[in-house]
């Protein structure tokens, strides 16, 4: 049994309130880029999803949180330059996505098909947004004082590489939550741009949080209901009204 649009809209509403909320941390921690590369990360495993003919969201949950801990692992154990560790990954699995997915299926797997939810699919999709909301919410003290002094959150027995793993992992699993709505391309930016027009208009945490919901709302839906009455995919529209936010944001700031 499949939902309707409206029963859609509230899906996607609780995932753009997850995305929100995790994507203000994300602007605060200095990691988009590397949040952003996670999201071309899902590519292949859909590819190798369909080629196996399982779950296209198991695929890329997996390949996800896979990633998500060769990032961490990759950032606090060698020495190689963030930015050359990222353009590696993005590089390798964005060509290794494209070479596995079927091309009637890489428009829908890079841009986002709305087609139709199931019942399963939502419960799913609301449950975990849940609990990345809350996760977020306990920690958020932990990681706020991890990123402005790692040495005294560590004297403060927290562990801000602890903290970074549960981060990325949180990521992967928002992203593989929202490919199925927003595509591999735009899910990681769906999680950014809002948080970045948030910061833009934000004096403190609360409201820069409340913001980036606020944006990340916006957008999803602005998305899933001209996708519906226009055709027209739900990722791109989704972007755009982002952008627009994050443009006018800016215009605010200079003032």
């Known amino acids: 049994m499949n939902l309707d649009i ?17 994507g203000s941390f994300a602007v605060l921690k200095r990691m988009t880029l590397a949040g952003d590369v996670l999201s071309h990360v899902a590519l292949p495993g859909i590819g190798l999803a369909l080629f196996l003919g399982i779950s296209q969201f198991l695929g890329a949950f997996v390949a996800l949180v896979v990633a ?40 829908d797997a890079l841009f986002g098909g709305l087609g139709k939810v199931s019942i399963t699919e939502g419960i799913l999709v609301v449950g975990l947004s849940l609990i990345i909301i809350i996760l977020m919410v306990v920690l958020a003290r932990k ?50 741009m809002p948080a970045a027009a948030a910061k833009n208009l934000s004096r403190n945490l609360k409201t820069f949080i409340s913001l980036s919901v606020f944006f990340a709302l916006i957008s999803t839906a602005g998305g899933f209901l001209f996708s519906h009455y226009t055709g027209i995919l739900p990722g791109p529209i989704s972007i755009f009204i982002s952008s627009l936010l994050f443009s006018v944001s800016i215009l605010f700031r200079l003032r």
């Open 6 to 22: 409206i029963g859609t809209l509230f899906i996607g509403s609780i995932l753009s309130v997850a995305a929100g909320v995790l």
């Open 68 to 107: 998500a801990f060769a990032v961490w692992g990759i950032r606090n154990r060698t020495n190689l330059p963030e930015e050359t560790v990222i353009g590696t990954l993005f590089a390798s699995s964005l060509a290794l996505g494209i070479l596995l997915t079927p091309g009637e299926e890489l428009i």
């Open 143 to 192: 990681i706020v004082f991890s990123t402005v002094s790692p040495e005294l959150a560590k004297v403060s027995d927290i562990n801000p590489e602890f903290i970074e793993l549960v981060f990325l992992v949180s990521f992967a699993i928002i992203i593989a939550l929202g490919v199925r709505f927003t595509g591999t391309l735009l899910m990681g930016a769906l999680i950014i």
